[in-house]
């Protein structure tokens, strides 16, 4: 089965900064890759997502992500983080033909105003 | 588009009672449901997952009988804790799976049992 390591369990960060967080998935086969949102107090929401095409994949929020297939690796990244993107992220896989989503740990970021 | 309820948000139940969550596709199909617990600070982790009109599928060390989950119609999938104890005490979570196997979830219930 499909597992997810996020190595980030904590990043804190100012107004402006850039931000990538890691994500790393081991499966050996055809995966469909995502990014999810926890924001304080809500459910999870959908970031991004990728199934095939152009690895480099555009979500809400100016947030994007690069599937490396080569590095097994998907991280997300934003060019300028606002305090309103303080949150938790999870990273989740799915074989790609396989209903099982696999959830990373989680990343918990904090934006200083 | 894309909505999921649930209810309750949350619960306050007796030791030994059974509660009853609902997880609702307001405005889509959804063929599959998933159930999930998420402890304080942690991340998801998959209970069962849910097919409408069959049996649920569920996960390594989850135990079927206390957790029943029905999934009557292509909207709705219910899970039932039986005979809760303290140690049920979690945030419950439900997604319904879009077309593209992604998966939107709930708000989640949050379930203490006294």
């Known amino acids: 089965a499909q597992s997810v390591s996020q190595h980030n369990h904590h990043v804190i960060l100012s107004e402006a900064a850039s931000l990538e967080l890691g994500c790393n998935y081991s499966y050996g086969g055809t995966v469909n890759l995502f990014w999810y949102v926890q924001y304080p107090g809500q459910h999870l929401q959908l970031l991004l997502k990728?199934?095939?095409?152009?690895?480099l994949v555009k979500g809400i929020k100016g947030f994007e992500a690069e599937f490396i297939k080569s590095k097994f690796s998907f991280n997300l990244r934003k060019p300028s983080v606002q305090w309103s993107d303080t949150a938790e992220y999870f990273c989740a896989v799915t074989a790609y033909n396989n209903n099982d989503m696999r959830f990373g740990a989680g990343t918990r970021l904090t934006v200083k105003p | 588009g894309a909505v999921v309820s649930q209810h309750p948000s949350w619960v306050i139940c007796k030791s030994g009672t059974s509660v009853k969550i609902e997880c609702r596709s307001l405005?889509?199909?959804?063929?599959?449901m998933f159930w999930y617990r998420q402890f304080p600070k942690q991340s998801l982790m998959l209970m069962a997952t849910s097919n409408e009109g069959s049996k649920a599928t569920y996960e390594q060390g989850v135990e079927k009988d206390k957790f029943l989950i029905n999934h009557a119609s292509l909207t709705l999938s219910t899970l039932t804790v039986t005979s809760a104890h303290p140690e049920d005490s979690s945030f419950y979570i439900c997604s319904a799976q879009g077309q593209y196997n992604e998966q939107f979830f709930g708000p989640g219930t949050r379930l203490t049992v006294l």
């Open positions: 405005d889509f199909q959804a063929t599959t």
């Open positions: 990728y199934f095939s095409g152009d690895p």
